[in-house]
């Protein structure tokens, strides 16, 4: 029997035992890379991959994807990363298909039955009682959604801040970004693990639908005393509305973005490309926005594994003369959905076009003269980036002079004194 096949039929015996709110009629099908299982009566398929080895390797550790296919929501498909460990390998795909179960069912059964069951809290009930499964809060997911969280599940943190059901929770920013960046359709599983790092404090890493998107925050607001190392995990399922506007100008986007990178390398210049996308249709807006924001995302997926890092925000000089300070860029869904396409597109796209399209923007031109300075041996952990300045279509000259004053104020306040440098050298 394939691992495969075994965690498919660990998870059936769970949801049986189990019972109650996940009742209904189970059926395995298949074997192999074929097999399945029916869940819900029927309402759910899954299907599961299991890899070689989890996070630390050895028969003791297994890495599986388990996706569920929700046939009564046009067949979207829920992948959920899980890990698990034990002394073999058969303990380890038991602890996997607990996880499974204590973190991912809740969420899915509440959705399917519009109702949360098994620790599960739908988010963002204007007046709910969190006790009863209604969380006034969000998780950090955004209102206008149809969300349902479950669960945490911990590993070396006896009490985690911000446990299932305290008010807490769903006031920390668990799932924040899910939502911008997300594929466009309409039903998604996102999962987020908060991890402590010892002296390091928290860091949040997020994925939604599997490994579709993969992001790491070390921005997480809760950093209480904790062990040298432990983590809390949940799940949450949330859906766009029918019909969403929202969702149709993502799957615009979406299109801007990849024929935006697909294409930069045959132009002779942005502007021509940009001239040309709209002339087939594209929306001008969208193009801008990824002119501006998605060519960042795009030089980072070059550089940021090599070890430079990044500020997480930027400035904004509004067309209205106004200067924003301190926009997450993460917020932009131009930005963070092109971080989940950047890795797609470097698989697929020539690599020399995809290393051009990644030298574009302002912050890989400075990392390139750094390099450049010296000798082809820099230093990117000593390597200083500030936030970028992105001007709107039409921004005036002033607003421009406004935010680049902005900028310079926060570099002579991040700088010692002695080692100030020119505002506009960024490295």
């Given at each position: 029997m394939s691992d495969s096949e075994a965690l498919l039929d660990l998870i059936e015996a769970c949801v049986v035992e189990h019972g109650g709110d996940l009742g209904g009629w189970t059926r395995r099908d298949g074997d192999g890379d074929g097999a399945s299982l029916h869940l819900f009566d029927g309402r759910v398929t899954l299907r599961a991959t299991v890899s070689e080895g989890g996070p630390g390797g050895g028969l003791g550790a297994v890495h599986a994807h388990v996706v569920a296919t929700l046939h009564e929501h046009d067949d979207e498909e829920l992948d959920a990363c899980l890990f698990g460990m034990g002394d073999d390998r058969e303990s380890a795909l038991k602890q996997a298909a607990v996880v499974w179960l204590t973190a991912v069912a809740g969420p899915i059964r509440s959705f399917l039955d519009d109702r949360p069951v098994c620790?599960?809290?739908?988010?963002?009930?204007?007046?709910?009682?969190?006790?009863?499964?209604?969380?006034?809060?969000?998780?950090?997911?955004?209102?206008?959604?149809?969300?349902?969280?479950?669960?945490?599940?911990?590993?070396?943190?006896?009490?985690?801040?911000?446990?299932?059901?305290?008010?807490?929770?769903?006031?920390?920013?668990?799932?924040?970004?899910?939502?911008?960046?997300?594929?466009?359709?309409?039903?998604?599983?996102?999962?987020?693990?908060?991890?402590?790092?010892g002296a390091e404090g928290w860091r949040r890493e997020l994925e939604i639908d599997g490994h579709d998107v993969s992001h790491r925050d070390p921005d997480w607001p809760d950093r209480p005393r904790g062990p040298g190392f432990g983590y809390m995990t949940r799940f949450a399922v949330f859906e766009?509305?029918?019909?969403?506007?929202?969702?149709?100008?993502?799957?615009?986007?979406?299109?801007?973005?990849?024929?935006?990178?697909?294409?930069?390398?045959?132009?002779?210049?942005?502007?021509?490309?940009?001239?040309?996308?709209?002339?087939?249709?594209?929306?001008?807006?969208?193009?801008?926005?990824?002119?501006?924001?998605?060519?960042?995302?795009?030089?980072?997926?070059?550089?940021?594994?090599?070890?430079?890092?990044?500020?997480?925000?930027?400035?904004?000089?509004?067309?209205?003369?106004?200067?924003?300070?301190?926009?997450?860029?993460?917020?932009?869904?131009?930005?963070?959905?092109?971080?989940?396409?950047?890795?797609?597109?470097?698989e697929t796209m020539p690599q020399d076009e995809f290393q051009s399209l990644c030298l574009y923007n302002a912050e890989s031109h400075a990392i390139v003269n750094s390099i450049e300075a010296a000798k082809g041996k820099p230093d990117f952990e000593s390597l200083t980036l500030y936030p970028l300045v992105v001007p709107d279509p039409g921004a005036s000259d002033e607003t421009m002079e406004a935010a680049l004053a902005a900028l310079r104020v926060l570099i002579d306040r991040s700088r010692p004194a002695a080692s100030k440098k020119p505002w506009w050298k960024f490295w």
């Open positions: 620790m599960t809290c739908q988010a963002n009930v204007e007046g709910g009682d969190i006790a009863k499964g209604y969380a006034p809060g969000g998780f950090g997911l955004p209102p206008g959604l149809r969300a349902y969280v479950g669960p945490s599940i911990t590993r070396g943190i006896e009490e985690p801040p911000g446990g299932p059901g305290s008010p807490a929770s769903e006031a920390l920013p668990w799932f924040r970004y899910a939502a911008e960046s997300a594929a466009p359709r309409r039903v998604h599983l996102a999962k987020a693990t908060v991890v402590h790092q766009f509305p029918r019909n969403s506007k929202t969702l149709a100008r993502r799957a615009k986007l979406e299109k801007a973005i990849r024929r935006f990178a697909e294409s930069y390398a045959k132009f002779d210049s942005a502007e021509e490309l940009m001239a040309d996308m709209v002339a087939r249709g594209h929306d001008p807006a969208l193009v801008r926005e990824v002119e501006a924001f998605s060519t960042i995302a795009f030089g980072r997926a070059l550089f940021e594994p090599l070890g430079v890092k990044y500020p997480a925000t930027i400035f904004r000089a509004r067309q209205d003369g106004r200067v924003q300070a301190d926009v997450p860029l993460m917020g932009l869904p131009a930005y963070s959905r092109a971080r989940a396409l950047a890795a797609k597109l470097r």
